[in-house]
């Protein structure tokens, strides 16, 4: 399912580094992923045309709209959300098409509304088009900080299918006054389109069933709507859909790395060191640092102006099954030249790590956003597969318990609110899951290849 998040780069994508983009949506690589999160961005070795794609985009008028922090109990507290808004295709009895921001800046989303899914269906419609920014993220931050209890209005209400973020958009349909626009534009006088992509998509179908006389039509591409806990296919569609010789590089060297890091402790510090990571006292931490790079491919697109070459780039450093040399580095441990090749790409990126504090509140700490998500309501931890028979990718050390440590590190407890020690995916799911539906709901998913 989850090969469908990178229908389109602008749905992924935010942190582009040497290793890869980590993607700060929907990958949750465990406790390291944090750290590759904070490295600063590449411009050498990483991928950056992403980014440029996004800052040539025109500019829209930015405008904001007042939410209550809490649409359930009147605390007093409001916060402005930020929307933009393209008048060019509108016409006097066109609908409204809101494309959902999801999990990033809204910024990040305005290409949508230059060229992209806004533009078009407001072309075709004579619509409004308009984009809103998610509550928490870019600038419609309703808190001081990022701690545990700042965030508990971030997600579900843990026991209710009912949420902020959900509520915030039903508001300002219902509610909203677009400047220079003197028709009564607020649903459901006029019809709304809802639009989002991954985990937004699964936003625009929940918009559609929470909503139905709000939301007139929605569109959910790639839309997550089933949570899970372990999320290994994540890796294996990977696995099944990548170039062959790359994926089998991959696989001999995730055997031989898991064979050395628990045949013995001296064959363990034979292979950490061999890929620069002897330092890195955690094996776990070690594990998930190599499946890194395998998140560059979900920014691979069918369009070169803003895919990504990062995958690419990473099988290519693997070199050819072909190659049968095969090299000592110790009197136990001897590995092949798909192992060198892993190893040398890894030592390019790290030396050694600083894995350093998960408990750093402020609001530059934008990873604790959609990790809070993860943590409290949709799972999607990528891990190895459960079944040890099955072919994979990435160690087996990647288990559901090393992903969740991220939730104890960086969420404890707070005053108001408590993590739960998995995320409770129910309520996502009992909204239909894999078989969510209603009138007007389009499901748009792509296959993995
Ligand atoms: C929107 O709200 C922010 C504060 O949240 C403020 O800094 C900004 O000036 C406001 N913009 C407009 C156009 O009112
Ligand atoms: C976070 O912000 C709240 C106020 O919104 C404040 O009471 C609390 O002390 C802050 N916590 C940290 C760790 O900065
Ligand atoms: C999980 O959420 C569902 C639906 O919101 C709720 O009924 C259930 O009690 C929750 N489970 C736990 C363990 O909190
Ligand atoms: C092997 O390493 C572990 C953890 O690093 C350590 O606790 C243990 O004492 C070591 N065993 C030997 C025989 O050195
Ligand atoms: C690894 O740690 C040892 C001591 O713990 C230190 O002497 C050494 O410089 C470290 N290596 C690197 C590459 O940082
Ligand atoms: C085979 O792999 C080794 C180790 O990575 C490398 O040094 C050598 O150049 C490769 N040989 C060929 C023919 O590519």
Request: charged share 15%.
């Amino acid at each position: 399912m989850r090969s469908s998040l990178r229908t389109s780069s602008a749905f992924v994508v935010l942190l582009t580094n040497l290793v890869g983009s980590v993607q700060s949506s929907l990958t949750t690589f465990g406790t390291q992923g944090v750290n590759l999160l904070r490295l600063p961005k590449s411009p050498s070795g990483g991928d950056v045309r992403l980014e440029v794609a996004a800052a040539a985009a025109p500019t829209f008028p930015q405008y904001n709209f007042t939410q209550p922090l809490d649409h359930f109990v009147d605390t007093g507290f409001t916060f402005n959300q930020r929307f933009w808004v393209s008048n060019r295709h509108y016409k006097p009895g066109g609908p409204v098409v809101v494309l959902d921001g999801g999990e990033t800046d809204g910024e990040d989303r305005l290409p949508f509304l230059d060229t992209g899914i806004v533009d078009i269906l407001t072309s075709a419609t004579n619509g409004l088009g308009v984009i809103l920014e998610h509550r928490y993220y870019g600038k419609s931050v309703p808190v001081e900080n990022f701690t545990t209890d700042s965030l508990r209005c971030a997600s579900a209400l843990l026991f209710v299918f009912v949420n902020h973020a959900l509520a915030d958009s039903a508001n300002f349909m219902a509610n909203v006054k677009f400047e220079g626009i003197s028709e009564d534009l607020t649903a459901p006088g006029t019809p709304w389109i809802y639009y989002g992509g991954s985990y937004a998509g699964a936003r625009s179908a929940h918009m559609k069933v929470l909503y139905p006389e709000l939301v007139f039509g929605a569109i959910a591409s790639s839309g997550v709507t089933f949570a899970t806990l372990k999320d290994w296919q994540y890796f294996d569609i990977i696995r099944q859909f990548a170039p062959s010789d790359c994926i089998q590089q991959i696989e001999d060297t995730i055997q031989t790395v898991d064979k050395y890091l628990t045949a013995s402790n001296s064959t363990r510090d034979t292979i950490k060191s061999a890929f620069g990571m002897k330092n890195l006292t955690n094996d776990h931490d070690f594990a998930s640092l190599l499946s890194s790079p395998l998140g560059n491919w979900q920014n691979n697109n069918w369009d070169p102006a803003v895919g990504s070459t990062g995958f690419a780039n990473f099988c290519s450093a693997l070199g050819s099954p072909s190659n049968n040399t095969q090299v000592k580095l110790s009197k136990d441990v001897t590995v092949s030249s798909a192992v060198l090749n892993y190893a040398a790409y890894m030592n390019r990126c790290f030396g050694t790590f600083d894995a350093s504090s998960y408990q750093v509140y402020d609001l530059s700490q934008t990873w604790r956003l959609w990790d809070f998500q993860v943590c409290t309501q949709w799972g999607f931890f990528s891990t190895a597969p459960p079944d040890p028979k099955q072919p994979r990718i990435v160690s087996k050390l990647l288990t559901l318990d090393y992903a969740t440590l991220l939730c104890k590190f960086a969420y404890p407890p707070g005053e108001h609110f408590t993590v739960p020690a998995l995320p409770n995916i129910t309520a996502v799911n009992s909204l239909g899951g894999l078989n969510i539906a209603g009138d007007r709901l389009a499901i748009i998913d792509g296959q993995g290849a």
